[in-house]
């Protein structure tokens, strides 16, 4: 068992409790029995709670001072849900946990804050971040006891970006992706981490040789220095964190 846990590319170390609360958090979970997909939707809501982070309650405004959220969650086992332009949801993760079940994987605004209604989800003003956001997105990915990797993120976007703008989170391969005995989530700027596909080349790298260390490397190579960028990673036998910037980060294994 193991989960990897971040708390945002470009955010300060001083939210670092933040994040090893979260992962003890999804670590006692994992120990007590709870599958993959719990665990790492539960670590995120943590950190939607925090609102240091960017996400859920500190979620960055847009150009008009409102706030929009994008989360995903997905599994090894093929499932994917996905919310994006989400609005007065404090949790936007669990929403796209409930996703996953469906036959469909991404809802978008109103459709998204319709359906988190109509499956019980009660709205709530989320008033975000008054600062200019300069950490980025949170996320965990988390193994279980039965090998099963899951992959969660959630993020309130770029702070000044427009309304209805979507970033990478929710963008399978390049936000996220998890595959046979992999998991992978991104942070930093989205336009630049969904251009490159960068989660799905980076276990390419994996499927063909590379250590998970090295691969996470390999991905942040393709980006210059002022493009903020981080990773986190598991496979079936190492969890790793990487970032061109200050990221918060931490690791859970047995
Ligand atoms: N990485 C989050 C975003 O760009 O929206």
């Excluded at 994992?30 to 979620?59: M, P, Y």
């Excluded at 499956?119 to 600062?131: D, L």
Aim: proline residues 3%; hydrophobic residues 45%; charged residues 20%.
């Amino acid at each position: 068992m193991r989960i990897v846990v971040h708390g945002g590319a470009g955010h300060t170390g001083e939210v670092q409790d933040g994040v090893e609360t979260a992962a003890d958090v999804g670590w006692k979970l994992l120990d007590e029995g709870a599958d993959a997909i719990s665990a790492a939707v539960a670590t995120v809501v943590v950190l939607e709670d925090d609102s240091r982070f960017n996400a859920g309650t500190g979620a960055c405004r847009r150009t008009d001072g409102s706030v929009q959220t994008d989360a995903a969650v997905a599994c090894n086992d093929g499932r994917l849900g996905t919310v994006a332009a989400l609005e007065d949801i404090a949790n936007p993760v669990q929403v796209a946990r409930l996703v996953m079940d469906e036959d469909f994987d991404a809802l978008a605004g109103k459709g998204a804050l319709d359906y988190a209604r109509s499956r019980g989800i009660t709205p709530a003003m989320v008033a975000g971040s008054e600062k200019p956001w300069a950490g980025d997105t949170v996320g965990a990915v988390a193994q279980d006891a039965s090998g099963a990797i899951a992959v969660a993120s959630s993020t309130g976007g770029v702070s000044g970006r427009p309304v209805g703008r979507v970033g990478d989170t929710p963008h399978w391969g390049g936000g996220l992706w998890t595959d046979a005995g992999i998991g992978i989530a991104a942070t930093g700027i989205g336009e630049a981490i969904s251009r490159r596909l960068l989660c799905f080349r980076v276990a390419q790298q994996v499927a063909d040789g590379l250590s998970l260390a090295e691969a996470l490397e390999w991905g942040l190579a393709l980006y210059p220095a002022d493009v903020c960028i981080g990773l986190i990673a598991l496979s079936d036998s190492e969890g790793a964190g990487a970032s061109n910037a200050s990221m918060p980060w931490a690791l859970r294994q047995d």
